[in-house]
C-alpha cells in the first residue's frame, strides 16, 4: 500500500474516532443528566459484573437497572473508542517513516485516553466530585478535537500576513472556548442549571443576590456524595450567573474570530478557511439559542443534552479553523483526492 493510501485510511479511522468520541461526550452529559453517574457505584464493572442485570437488586436496594444501564453504555462506548486510539497509535508508530504521517499528536491522544480512563474511575469512586466530572468533560472534548485535527487534509498554500495575525487571534478564541466549556462543566457538575429559571434576567434581577466566596470551592475533601448537589442556593446562582457571564465574552470573541476568518479568506485557494469562519459563527449562535431555550423550558433533558452536544459542535468547528490557519509546507502535502496515485 502507497503512503499517501495509509494516510487516507488513517485519517478515515481518525474520523470515525472523532464520530464516536462525540457520541462518548453526549452520552456522558446523558448519564450525568441523569443521575446515572453513580448507577454503578464500582469500576470498571457494575456490580462486580461486566454488565448490569436485575439481579444485582437482591444485594443492594439502592440499585436501579436503568441509570446502570446508562452508565454501562457510556462505558462501552468509550471503552471502543479507547481500542480504536490505540489502534491509530499502532498505527502511527509503524508508519512513523512516512513523509506525513502524524505521530506526536497521535501520542498526546493516547496520553489523554489514558488520563481519561482514571478520570472515569475517578469520577466514580470520588463520588462525582464537580473537579473531577468537569476535568473528564474536558478530558472527552480534548480528545474529540485531537481525533478531529487528526482526520482533517491540510491544505498547500501561504497564509497572507492577515491570516498568519489571524492564527495569533484564533488562540486567544481557544482559550476563551476552553475556559467557557468548564464553566459549563461546573454549572452542570454542581446543579446550578436550575438556579436562574428567567432569562434575561436571574431570579428576576439584572445582579441577583450570590455567594462567590462558596461557588468555586474547588475541592472539599473526600468522602462526600455530590449526587444532587451540596451548594445552598446563591452559591448556584454566582456559578450560573458567571457561566452567562462567560458565554457573552466567549460567544463575543468567537464570532468575531469567525467572521474575520471568513472575511480575509478572499482567494480561491482559501475556501476552507471561510467555511471553517462561518461554521464557527453558526456555531456559537446555535449554543446560544440551546442554551436560552434550556433556561426557558426549566431545562429539559433533551435541551441539556444538546446543550452539550453543541460545545462538541464548537469543539469541532475551532479545530477546524485552527486546521484551515494552519496549512501544510508545500512539499510532502498528501490530498486525500489523490490518494491512490503513487509518489
Known amino acids: 500500500m502507497y503512503p499517501q493510501r495509509r494516510l487516507l485510511w488513517f485519517r478515515r479511522l481518525a474520523l470515525a474516532g472523532a464520530l464516536l468520541a462525540a457520541a462518548v461526550v453526549v452520552l456522558g452529559a446523558w448519564v450525568r443528566l441523569t443521575d446515572a453517574g453513580l448507577g454503578c457505584p464500582d469500576w470498571p464493572g457494575c456490580y462486580g459484573h461486566p454488565y448490569p442485570n436485575t ?78 466530572v468537569t476535568a473528564h468533560l474536558l478530558g472527552g472534548l480534548t480528545t474529540l478535537g485531537l481525533l478531529c485535527w487528526l482526520s482533517l487534509n491540510p491544505e498547500t498554500r501561504q497564509l497572507t500576513p492577515r491570516q498568519a495575525a489571524l492564527r495569533k487571534y484564533a488562540f486567544v478564541g481557544l482559550a476563551a472556548l476552553i475556559l467557557q466549556i468548564a464553566l459549563g462543566g461546573w454549572t452542570s457538575t454542581n446543579y446550578a442549571a436550575v438556579a436562574c429559571p428567567d432569562f434575561p434576567t436571574c431570579q428576576h434581577s439584572f445582579w441577583p ?10 475541592w472539599r475533601g473526600l468522602g462526600i456524595d455530590y449526587e ?65 431555550a434550556t433556561v426557558h423550558f426549566g431545562v429539559p433533558l433533551t435541551l441539556a443534552t444538546l446543550h452539550n452536544a453543541g460545545a462538541a459542535f464548537l469543539v469541532v468547528s475551532m479545530v477546524c479553523l485552527l486546521r484551515a490557519l494552519w496549512p501544510a509546507p508545500a512539499i510532502g502535502v498528501v490530498p486525500l483526492h489523490r490518494a491512490d496515485s503513487p509518489r
Request: hydrophobic letters at 60%.
Open 209 to 218: 443576590q450570590m455567594d462567590y466566596r462558596d461557588a468555586f470551592v474547588l
Open 228 to 292: 444532587g448537589g451540596v451548594l445552598a442556593n446563591p452559591a448556584r446562582v454566582a456559578i450560573h450567573f458567571t457561566h452567562r457571564l462567560g458565554a457573552m465574552v466567549a460567544g463575543s470573541i468567537l464570532i468575531a474570530l469567525g467572521l474575520f476568518a471568513a472575511a480575509s479568506a478572499r482567494s480561491a485557494a482559501s475556501h476552507s478557511l471561510r467555511r471553517a469562519g462561518l461554521l464557527l459563527v453558526a456555531a456559537v449562535a446555535l449554543q446560544i439559542c440551546i442554551g436560552v
Open 55 to 132: 439481579g444485582h437488586a437482591e444485594v443492594n436496594s439502592g440499585f436501579q437497572f436503568a441509570k446502570a444501564l446508562h452508565e454501562m453504555i457510556h462505558r462501552y462506548f468509550a471503552t471502543t473508542l479507547g481500542m480504536v486510539i490505540v489502534v491509530l497509535l499502532g498505527w502511527a508508530v509503524r508508519f512513523r517513516k512516512d513523509r506525513d504521517q502524524p505521530l506526536i499528536p497521535v501520542a498526546l491522544l493516547f496520553v489523554v485516553v489514558c488520563l481519561q480512563g482514571a478520570l472515569g474511575a475517578l469520577t466514580v469512586t470520588l463520588l462525582l466530585k464537580p473537579l473531577i
